[in-house]
């Protein structure tokens, strides 16, 4: 069975207030629904569910257990995917196998030429710390 890795913030829901998100962004239900009935499985990957995130993040949210807030993040994430009726098979922060992974921040690397990858982001990053 193929599988494909969906990232959650700003990829499958606007990014906005960390537990009262938009609706998924324009066609997101649909496209999802369409990979399952084309019999993928559908891995959720998000760094909400990162023990490591909530160490690091919980007190910016005013959560003093960085456990608690991991619970927040979790229940929200199924419920918000259960709600809109978005089909998934697991839920991770780790980087499981998979056929693609779909993430708004991701920047695609043929094998071989990473550094050439990264010279041409530091030159567009540069450019925009100038703008
Ligand atoms: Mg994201």
Redesign the pocket.
């Known amino acids: 069975m193929k599988t494909v890795a969906i990232?959650?913030?700003?990829?499958i829901a606007p990014w906005g207030p960390l537990f009262d998100l938009d609706p998924p962004f324009p066609g997101v239900v649909d496209a999802m629904t369409d990979l399952r009935a084309a019999g993928y499985r559908i891995i959720i990957l998000t760094s909400r569910l990162s023990p490591t995130w909530w160490q690091n993040g919980c007190y910016k949210f005013d959560y003093q257990d960085p456990d608690a807030f991991g619970e927040a993040n979790v229940s929200y994430v199924v419920d918000y995917l259960q709600y809109w009726k978005i089909p998934f098979d697991h839920i991770t922060s780790e980087k499981v196998q998979a056929d693609a992974y779909f993430?708004?921040?991701a920047i695609r690397v043929e094998p071989g030429l990473l550094a050439n990858d990264i010279s041409e982001y530091l030159i567009v990053e540069n450019k925009k710390g100038k703008s």
Do not use: A, M
């Not at 990232?7 to 990829?11: E, G, L, M, W």
């Open positions: 990232d959650f913030d700003n990829t993430d708004d921040r």
